[in-house]
C-alpha cells in the first residue's frame, strides 16, 4: 500500500488544525461561561447571607453548564475521531480499551 500523497496529508493536518481551533473557541466558551456562573453563584450566596430568600434559576443555570460541559466532550471526541481516525491506523482500535502503539 502506497504512503499517502502531500495533498492528502495536508488535507488532514488542516483538517486536524481545524478541528483544534473549533475546540479551543468551545473551550474559551466554556471558561467565560463557568467565570460567569461563578460570579452568580457568589451573588446568589450573599442574597442567601442576607436573608433575601430563595435562588431563582439555579436549576436552569446548572442545566446549561452541563449542556455546555457535554458539547465541549462531544467537540474532544470529534477532534479525536477526525484526528486520528482508527480506520487508518492499522492494529489502533478505541474500543475494548486498546490504544495505538506509536
Known amino acids: 500500500m502506497a504512503a ?6 495536508q488535507r ?3 483538517s486536524s488544525q481545524d478541528a483544534r481551533h473549533r ?3 468551545l473551550v474559551r466558551k466554556l471558561q467565560a461561561k463557568v467565570l460567569q456562573y461563578r460570579t452568580r453563584c ?3 450566596e ?3 447571607e442576607a436573608g433575601a430568600g430563595c435562588l431563582p434559576g439555579r436549576w436552569e443555570a446548572t442545566e446549561a453548564l452541563e449542556k455546555a460541559l457535554l458539547q465541549v466532550k462531544e467537540e474532544q471526541q470529534r477532534y479525536k475521531e477526525e484526528a486520528f481516525p482508527p480506520t487508518r491506523y492499522p492494529g489502533c482500535s478505541r474500543q475494548g480499551g486498546k490504544t495505538c502503539q506509536w
Open 42 to 44: 457568589r451573588e446568589l
Open 23 to 25: 475546540q479551543a473557541v
Open 12 to 14: 488532514r493536518l488542516q
Open 46 to 48: 450573599q442574597q442567601l
Open 4 to 9: 499517502p500523497g502531500p495533498a492528502s496529508l
